[in-house]
């Protein structure tokens, strides 16, 4: 058989350029698929540093609200942080810029480890004040209470030392009699006595003052009248008429007091009826007896 030499050729070039184009498309295939999972891997480093740069700049937000004394530090490293991920958001996807940033993330979490550590530290620090503070608020509290029981007791001690330390008396005697030159003449008849002794024991109280006191004695008329009024003497908002007046020297021991009261003339005579005795010292009332004139 003859072969066309030309036409052997033509076959020739075109089986070579069918390899040639073959290994072409295996080659551009498999440069495609790189070039793909290039810009896959690159695409995946973006979003996770963008990621990792959101979660600094929420960190920051929470942090801003608690830790007044730091705004200014804080207020930084936000600026930084939403520079860079605003950047990288507007940057298309590239080695050299994916290197780039994830540098520069270096540096803003190691600025933001030393943020946070001086935050913890003053958080740590914060808790010790607030122990600190609660346990000498509980301190002062209790002191507080005791001083006030302690004041309350004092009070009630100085209240019960007060009325320990009053004068007392006890045996309140009244005797009617007619006084005429210098003589007494015992009666109960009204119309004859012009004079009363009143007598009373001024009790033992080792608590009391010593020194002299001043006693009021006071009758009391049937009609109401006070006998030989001797006038009126204030103690604050009080005031007592009395009928005699006896400065006795008190040195705590039981002391018999005895104090005669003439009826002035416009006394006289007495009246039929019950005359009321009281013993005053000052405002108080030391006691009091009465005695029935016929």
Sequence with gaps: MIVNPQLFNYRLIISSLLVVLTVLGIYS???????????????QEKSLIETELSDMLSSYDELGQDYNLMASQLQEAKVETKIALDSLRLL?????????????????????????STIDSLNSAN????????????TIKKKTSTINDLEVANDSLNRSIDNAAILKASNVNVQSYKLKSGKKRITDRARRANAMDVCITLNENPL????????Y???????????SDKGEVVFGNVSLNYSKKEVVSY???NLEICSAIIAD????????GYYFINVFHENVKLGSTSIELN
Excluded: C, H, M, W
Excluded at 29 to 34: A, G, H, M, V
């Design 265 to 272: 003339e416009d006394d006289q005579p007495f009246s039929k």
């Design 217 to 227: 004695i006071q009758i009391v008329s049937p009609e109401g009248n006070v006998v």
């Design 208 to 215: 009391a003052l010593k020194g002299n006191k001043t006693l």
């Design 127 to 138: 808790i010790k004040l607030q122990k600190e503070k609660r346990y000498a608020l509980n």
């Design 29 to 43: 295939f498999d440069k495609y698929k790189s070039i793909e999972s290039y810009e896959v891997f690159l695409e």
């Design 251 to 253: 040195n705590n021991n």
């Design 92 to 116: 298309e996807s590239d080695l050299s810029i994916i290197t780039r940033f994830k540098e520069q993330l270096i540096v803003l979490k190691s600025k933001s480890k030393v943020l946070l």
